[in-house]
């Protein structure tokens, strides 16, 4: 495993300050968007602390980045919101179009969390303290004009596509399933994986011959995220077939 970082001290360091703050001021402490590494990474700290009151929510089931909640007794509501641009479905818009824009405006990346796209409408979910300054300075992506509302969250748009493909692998080892999906040699695969390109479960893994199993996520830098969905059995010359899904 490589070592710690000086970013992940002083992550680790805020959320032993966040501890803090929640027991002496007796009441929920909520943490920005972090990203699905930061969320393992928060989970394995704050277990081994001792600290168990904790909670993260994107907003809706499935969500990538999500907010950490520190509590003291019950839990409290998240403090963000979701807010639908819509827009002409002839104007071909992205997430990083979306993105852009809000960047543009001065807000920090880790007010922001999941953009969902889909033709003609986008739900943005955000911390609720900086919705007003969205709805009064956000009027354009790029050159098209957008209308900013409440969204409903019960018809979120579907967001960035993915495929679901079986493969058939010698084994369950890390370096095994990344040849797989990528198409690499297996010398290839471990140059990309040593090279440090390769997470597993959202951390850093550069140990080829590391067990990997069902709904275990692969982060392979420049190909995607990978999920293993299922290990559907052995084939006659034993060897396993797996179900990925890819997200795009």
Known sequence: MASTSD????????????????????RAYFFPFLTEREQTLARRHLDG????????????EGAERK?????????????????????????????????GALMSLGIERETVGDILVEDGRCVI??????????????FKVGNVGVRIAEADTETLPKG??????????????????????TGLSREKTKSLILSGNVSHNFLECQNIS???????????????????????????????????????
């Open 210 to 248: 590391r067990a990997v199993g069902e709904k275990d996520t692969l982060t392979i830098r420049g190909k995607g995220k990978f999920v293993i969905n299922g290990v559907l059995g052995e084939t006659k010359k034993h060897r396993i077939r797996i179900s990925i899904i890819h997200y795009r």
């Open 49 to 60: 602390a001792g600290f168990h009151d904790y909670a993260f929510s994107g907003g809706f």
């Open 125 to 138: 979910f955000v911390k609720e303290e900086i919705r007003g300054y969205i709805t009064s300075q956000l």
């Open 160 to 181: 960035r596509g993915f495929d679901e493909k079986d493969y058939t692998v010698p084994s369950l080892r890390l370096d095994a399933v990344v040849a797989a999906v």
């Open 7 to 26: 970013n992940d001290k002083l992550f680790f360091s805020k959320l032993d300050d966040g501890v803090r703050l929640c027991e002496r001021r007796r």
């Open 67 to 99: 907010m950490l909640g520190l509590f003291f007794m019950d839990e409290e509501p998240f403090p963000l919101c979701a807010l639908e641009l819509s827009f002409r479905k002839s104007d071909k818009l992205t997430h990083r179009d979306f993105l």
